[in-house]
Nanobody
Framework: QVQLVESGGGSVQSGGSLRLSCAASGSFLMIRSMGWHRQTPGKQREWVAAITSGGTTNYADFVKGRFTISRDNTKNTVYLQMNSLKPEDTAVYYC??????????WGQGTQVTVSS
């Protein structure tokens, strides 16, 4: 069984920064990819960023240059550094990992609120 525990959400003013963390635990040897999605009420969950086991990163266009994803394989933890936050970044952020290709495990979500 895989468990993901997220932390780091909160409220910040426009232009501010937050750092999200997501720690994975359970019975597995290696995590393939790790990433972040977000969701606002009434909308579908959208992909934000991902990082492979080798450290290759990819970002949605709307966060490029502002958000940075990283991971610490010794701690099975993925991070999302969010800078220059905008009100439209307000959402519940979910981390996800893949141990088996194509099978996603999800965190419980953490609220990020950006005020103007």
């Amino acid at each position: 069984q895989v468990q993901l525990v997220e932390s780091g959400g909160g409220s910040v003013q426009s232009g501010g920064s937050l750092r999200l963390s997501c720690a994975a635990s359970g019975s597995f040897l290696m995590i393939r990819s790790m990433g972040w999605h977000r969701q606002t009420p009434g909308k579908q969950r959208e992909w934000v960023a991902a990082i492979t086991s080798g450290g290759t990163t990819n970002y949605a266009d709307f966060v490029k240059g502002r958000f940075t994803i990283s991971r610490d394989n010794t701690k099975n933890t993925v991070y999302l550094q969010m800078n220059s936050l905008k009100p439209e970044d307000t959402a519940v952020y979910y981390c996800n990992i893949q141990i088996v290709l194509g099978v996603n495990h999800w965190g419980q979500g953490t609220q990020v609120t950006v005020s103007s």
